[in-house]
């Protein structure tokens, strides 16, 4: 039964890593070709209705590479997140047999402990990062501070070049 078990995550991580890698390489690619395409249209000719269009098409097709990007790191932190729920529930069922049959806790304390050493590990992982609920603030304070860095640094430049 372990064995099942270990070789279906085993195959359920690799298509889950393929999926999102080329999503996300996908995104990168859509992102930078609607800065493109709406950047190098504004300078040669007038905007017209079409050229509108043709903006608009692009940017949703990045939002939507986008919105599901959000939803399957949604669902992988979903279950990381009730996985991570499993040793609360272990450590009450352990309490429970202790009282119960207070002549074999030393067994009960061997199984909660495999379970706490293994419990690190469990989880969606993309890229060996854990995807957890918390993951999103994380990854959005990390831009924010590349952005701001790259902006303090080029206004610094600036006030040098001057």
């Given at each position: 039964m372990v064995?099942?078990?270990?070789?279906?995550?085993?195959?359920?991580?690799?298509?889950?890593?393929?999926?999102?890698?080329?999503?996300?390489?996908?995104?990168?690619?859509?992102?930078?070709?609607?800065?493109d395409l709406v950047t190098s249209s504004i300078g040669g000719e007038?905007?017209?209705?079409?050229?509108?269009?043709?903006?608009?098409?692009?940017?949703?097709?990045?939002?939507?590479?986008?919105?599901?990007?959000?939803c399957i790191f949604s669902s992988a932190a979903q279950i990381t997140e009730s996985v991570k729920?499993?040793?609360?529930?272990?450590?009450?069922?352990?309490?429970?047999?202790?009282?119960?049959y207070p002549s074999m806790q030393d067994d009960y304390a061997r199984f909660y402990q495999h379970s706490e050493r293994?419990?690190?590990?469990?989880?969606?992982?993309?890229m060996g990062i854990i995807i957890?609920?918390?993951?999103?603030a994380k990854f959005t304070y990390g831009v924010f501070t590349v952005i701001s860095s790259l902006l303090f640094y080029s206004i610094r430049y600036l006030d040098i070049a001057s």
């Amino acid at each position: 039964m372990v064995d099942v078990i270990k070789k279906f995550s085993d195959i359920f991580a690799a298509y889950f890593f393929y999926s999102e890698f080329t999503l996300l390489v996908g995104t990168v690619g859509m992102g930078v070709g609607c800065v493109d395409l709406v950047t190098s249209s504004i300078g040669g000719e007038a905007v017209t209705l079409e050229l509108i269009a043709v903006w608009t098409y692009a940017i949703s097709f990045f939002c939507v590479f986008i919105i599901a990007i959000k939803c399957i790191f949604s669902s992988a932190a979903q279950i990381t997140e009730s996985v991570k729920r499993v040793q609360h529930r272990v450590h009450r069922m352990e309490a429970t047999l202790n009282l119960t049959y207070p002549s074999m806790q030393d067994d009960y304390a061997r199984f909660y402990q495999h379970s706490e050493r293994g419990l690190h590990l469990t989880g969606f992982r993309s890229m060996g990062i854990i995807i957890s609920s918390n993951l999103g603030a994380k990854f959005t304070y990390g831009v924010f501070t590349v952005i701001s860095s790259l902006l303090f640094y080029s206004i610094r430049y600036l006030d040098i070049a001057s």
